[in-house]
């Protein structure tokens, strides 16, 4: 049994970024295009990995976890939260798109709102997510349900995957870096994260690295 699923470390990534947005957003200085283009940047990122990571559990993860047992009540329970989610990150990429244009403190205000509804379904979801399927996950390491969802998420581009990668581990702790990397030979994970995690490494780690702790 390992200490969590890659599930649980990605989700743990969707909760540091919207605390990092929370951050940026209430520290943005009024008329700073750079900071406003650089948390497009940042925000565009995250939104195509929350995208990705929920269709992928409906369309890869839920079929799976029926094969060990999961209800379909409590699937279509969790995509109903995943709704909820997406109407949220709607918003938020209304309010992030605003800011992009203006780079005003007023819009910066209205995005963090935003955010911060965001940030509030989405843990209720995570949390409730985690608490019924994480023991599922934990239970069947190893099964040849969980191998074959694996390969199935495993089949995307190496580009796509550099950048989840990066963005991942980019201020995971060791256990959550564990998780993320343990199925992957380290010599092509250097190699992912070398090349084709530079575009994360370029556009979207430093926005993060401006905020005062």
Known sequence: MGEMSMNKAIHAAVRRDLGRFLDALEQFPDGDRTRAAQLGAAWQNFDSQLTRHHEGEHEIAWPALQKLGVSAELLAQLDAE??????????????????????????????????????RVTVEHLDHEEAEIEPVYQANV????????GREFAKVGP????????WALDGATPAESAAITSTVPKPVLTVILGIFGRSYRKSVAPTWRTLNR
């Open 82 to 119: 995943h709704d909820t989610m997406a109407g949220a990150l709607a918003a938020s990429r209304t309010a992030l798109g605003a800011l992009q244009n203006s780079a005003s403190a007023a819009d910066a205000a209205t995005a963090r709102a935003a955010i911060q509804e965001l940030q």
């Open 159 to 166: 580009a796509q995957g550099g950048t989840f990668f990066a």
């Open 142 to 149: 190893g099964t040849p349900e969980l191998k074959a969802m």
